[in-house]
């Protein structure tokens, strides 16, 4: 099993749509969880970050199941500068490093 | 504050010529990465340096090595670059395990 895995897509939404991401990982002592965002040729950037109540941040919610060891994304109210890949990451084994998953393109459309 | 810097943006190499990216970052952080990224593989783990002094292999080390030089810097060096390390290769640094940020890239061509 890989350490995080995410669906690929990609998701083709409309404006003004809620869409999911879902994000699994491997490591049960992993402490650290993220959703970054990246822009075509760009540097990947944190979106936020993922706590074990669940966080909001305005249409981007994010949640955490440890025992399932399952992260989600949910954008609502999506917008056309919402398209972009967004990476699930997640500390490693040692806690020394960070992991990231292939990311999941989403594309939204007027 | 410049953050994460990375030199050079761009570069193409012949097979077999060595190169150094370099990487500097001006947060006082302890954990430095190189990752690469290719087309439908994700970022990738090359080398990462938890603190000063330090450095461990990643999911892809093969073909490279690395020097934590102090705090700010941290290298990444091709001895004799191949077609197949064709990528674009990010910096990243991190404080303990907080975000990481990320450097703008480095675009290598090997042929």
């Known amino acids: 099993r890989k350490e995080v895995e995410q669906d690929p897509g990609p998701f083709n939404v409309p404006e003004g749509a809620t869409v999911a991401f879902n994000c699994t990982y491997s490591n049960s002592a992993s402490q650290s969880f993220f959703w970054y965002r990246q822009d075509c040729r760009k540097e990947p950037k944190l979106l936020m970050s993922?706590?074990?109540s669940g966080n909001e941040d305005g249409r981007f919610t994010a949640q955490l199941n440890r025992a399932s060891q399952y992260i989600s994304l949910l954008i609502r109210d999506s917008k056309l500068s919402d398209s972009a890949t967004y990476l699930c990451v997640v500390n490693n084994q040692a806690g020394t490093a960070l992991i990231f998953g292939k990311g999941t393109t989403l594309s939204v459309s007027s | 504050n410049a953050g994460v810097t990375q030199t050079p943006k761009f570069q193409v190499l012949k097979t077999g010529q060595s190169m150094t990216l370099q990487c500097a970052q001006d947060?006082?952080?302890?954990?430095m990465y190189w990752y690469r990224q290719d087309p439908g593989m994700g970022l990738r783990l090359i080398y990462y340096s938890a603190s000063e002094g330090t450095t461990d292999k990643g999911e892809v080390p093969n073909g490279y090595n690395v020097s934590r030089l102090n705090k700010r810097e941290f290298s990444l060096r091709l001895e004799s670059a191949a077609p197949s390390q064709t990528s674009v290769y990010f910096c990243?640094?991190?404080?303990?395990?907080?975000?990481?940020?990320f450097g703008q890239g480095t675009r290598l061509t090997v042929v």
């Open positions: 947060m006082n952080h302890n954990s």
């Open positions: 993922v706590y074990s």
């Open positions: 990243a640094s991190s404080e303990n395990r907080n975000e990481a940020f």
